[in-house]
């Protein structure tokens, strides 16, 4: 029925209350095929530790590129219904079973609304503006996304020469190259990121590192995104 896949890099602190959180989501949709992939791209701490603890099939991925580590899940996957989630993000309750509604309805592809904050004013200020423009652009973005998996790899899966931005790239492609597919960005139900890039990283480098020019021409440079490949924050 449907398969979860959760890239992670150094992941113990917030991965307990994510699988917690999907599990009580699973359960509530009642759908009893399911599986959680945990994609380990080269942790040094307890992160596959506490995924072998919560019984999720674990797959090591070396390469330090989040298009290839969700992209080794998809390919591992062994239902046709595929959602990536990040490993610091709660899903709601009901997101699953909104999800698997939607691949009911004959959609090949969506996000779920997501929900950001910081404890940082200014910040927030910024995330609103970029909430607008997401909305003008028709950004998917990659917190929580899902896919049918053959359209996903018929497609090619995530860019794999990008570093940063690859989730809304894909989505552009798609509906580029194949306008009449089927998307959609689900609204009535809501993921939670946790807030630590907002809080923590200086406000000057969020600016430029958000930046849609600065994703634009530098996304295949990894020294460009040194700050987000370092920490586990990708």
Known sequence: MISIIIPAYNEEKYLPETIKALK?????????????????????????????????????????????????????????????????????????????????????????????????????????????????????????????????????GFDESIFMGEDVIYFWELKKKKPHIKTIKIKDTQVYPSNRKWDTIPIWQLLIETNPLMVLFFKRRIETWKSWYAKPLR
């Open 24 to 156: 009580k989501s699973i359960a509530y949709s009642k759908t009893k095929d399911y599986e959680i992939i945990l994609v380990d791209n080269n942790s040094t701490d307890k992160t596959r530790k506490v995924a072998m603890d919560f019984k999720l099939k674990v797959l090591d991925e070396p390469k330090r590129n989040i298009s290839t580590v969700r992209n080794r899940g998809a390919k591992e996957a062994k239902f046709e219904n595929l959602v990536f989630l990040d490993a610091d993000t709660i899903v709601s309750t009901d997101t699953i079973s909104k999800i698997l509604e939607q691949f009911n309805n004959h959609f090949l592809a969506g996000s779920v609304k997501v929900i950001s904050f910081s404890k940082r004013k200014l910040v927030n200020l910024y995330m609103n503006g970029w909430k607008l423009l997401a909305l003008l652009l028709k950004m998917h973005q990659g917190a929580c996304q899902f896919h049918k998996k053959q359209t996903f790899l018929d497609n090619g």
